[in-house]
């Protein structure tokens, strides 16, 4: 079964950058749709942003031109490049690989965006 490391998460001020990594133990990586989702307190798990196996991206529209979600499937990794970062972009970030018709969660890592 693939299992879902992640790493990048921390505090960030408003305007700054952080790209987050989520590495897949799993050789069949390449064929796996992968995802970015968030949840901050209080609130719905939502998506941020999604990247197939052939490398087609979506994002929510909340970050559309700060967010850019790349994959490495040599190193079975997808990437959350994130910019211009906001307040309201705290949250916990959650990893996901589309296995089949089954998803995967890895167990979030924490992005705070504060001064």
């Known amino acids: 079964q693939v299992q879902l490391v992640e790493s990048g998460g921390g505090l960030v001020q408003p305007g700054g950058s952080l790209r987050l990594s989520c590495a897949a133990s799993?050789?069949?990586?390449?064929?796996?749709?992968m995802g970015w989702y968030r949840q901050a307190p209080g609130k719905q798990r939502e998506l941020v942003a999604t990247?197939?196996?052939?490398?087609?991206?979506n994002y929510a529209d909340s970050v559309k031109g700060r967010f850019t979600i790349s994959r490495d499937n040599a190193k079975n990794t997808v990437y959350l490049q994130m910019n211009i970062l906001k307040p309201e972009d705290t949250a916990v970030y959650y990893c996901?690989?589309?296995?089949?018709?089954?998803?995967?969660w890895g167990q979030g890592t924490q992005v705070t965006v504060s001064s």
């Open positions: 990247i197939t196996s052939g490398g087609s991206t």
């Open positions: 996901n690989a589309m296995v089949f018709t089954t998803f995967i």
């Open positions: 799993e050789i069949m990586f390449s064929v796996y749709s």
